[in-house]
T-cell receptor, first 110, second 114 residues
Framework: GEDVEQSLFLSVREGDSSVINCTYTDSSSTYLYWYKQEPGAGLQLLTYIFSNMDMKQDQRLTVLLNKKDKHLSLRIADTQTGDSAIYFCAGGGNTGKLIFGQGTTLQVKP | DTAVSQTPKYLVTQMGNDKSIKCEQNLGHDTMYWYKQDSKKFLKIMFSYNNKELIINETVPNRFSPKSPDKAHLNLHINSLELGDSAVYFC?????????????FGPGTRLLVL
């Protein structure tokens, strides 16, 4: 069945780059998304990438997609303490059903 | 001018009770969803409605009954609450056929069953 996997935890120092990785099994996903969840809050859409793109950049965020390996990554440049949160990758096709990874907890140390 | 809102934000109740969670979106979207996030932060879709019609039902116990009075509202009623129902429930909405079909999430309802 459909599966999305992420590493559970990442710790970086303020100012460093963070790279959060995700692998997925469903190659029919039309879009792949990154959501951010701060403690006690809902999910906030960070960015998304269409499945026929390799890369998308949005200010400090860079998304890389390797369709052959079914690998998606989110790079956050100049990571700040306010970036500490759980990051979810999710895949979705035209059925509307989003499959989420387990979430990666990003800890940013001052 | 909240896009997707849920009430209540917190719900503490006894096992065996019946409770409802409400969701409203003002984005004009046709599709709404309910997701459950467990204690390990794992998020899983429960239901999806498109224009008041059920389109996704992910093997959820029939104690859970979604109701969509109109396309801007999707409520979740839970009968005979069990301890394992304790979780955070998120409502979301999207516009199918849109450019990226992004789902927008509400702030969540934290349900604790004692």
């Amino acid at each position: 069945g459909e599966d999305v996997e992420q590493s559970l935890f990442l710790s970086v120092r303020e100012g460093d780059s963070s790279v959060i990785n995700c692998t997925y099994t469903d190659s029919s996903s039309t879009y792949l998304y990154w959501y951010k969840q701060e403690p006690g809050a809902g999910l906030q859409l960070l960015t998304y990438i269409f499945s026929n793109m390799d890369m998308k950049q949005d200010q400090r965020l860079t998304v890389l997609l390797n369709k052959k390996d079914k690998h998606l990554s989110l790079r956050i440049a100049d990571t700040q303490t306010g970036d500490s949160a759980i990051y979810f990758c999710a895949g979705g096709g035209n059925t509307g059903k989003l499959i989420f990874g387990q979430g990666t907890t990003l800890q940013v140390k001052p | 001018d909240t896009a997707v809102s849920q009430t209540p934000k917190y719900l503490v109740t006894q096992m065996g009770n019946d409770k409802s969670i409400k969701c409203e979106q003002n984005l004009g979207h046709d599709t709404m969803y309910w997701y459950k996030q467990d204690s390990k932060k794992f998020l899983k879709i429960m239901f999806s409605y498109n224009n008041k019609e059920l389109i996704i039902n992910e093997t959820v116990p029939n104690r859970f009954s979604p109701k969509s009075p109109d396309k801007a509202h999707l409520n979740l009623h839970i009968n005979s609450l069990e301890l394992g129902d304790s979780a955070v429930y998120f409502c979301a909405s999207s516009q199918p056929g849109g450019q990226q079909e992004t789902q927008y999430f509400g702030p969540g309802t934290r349900l604790l069953v004692l």
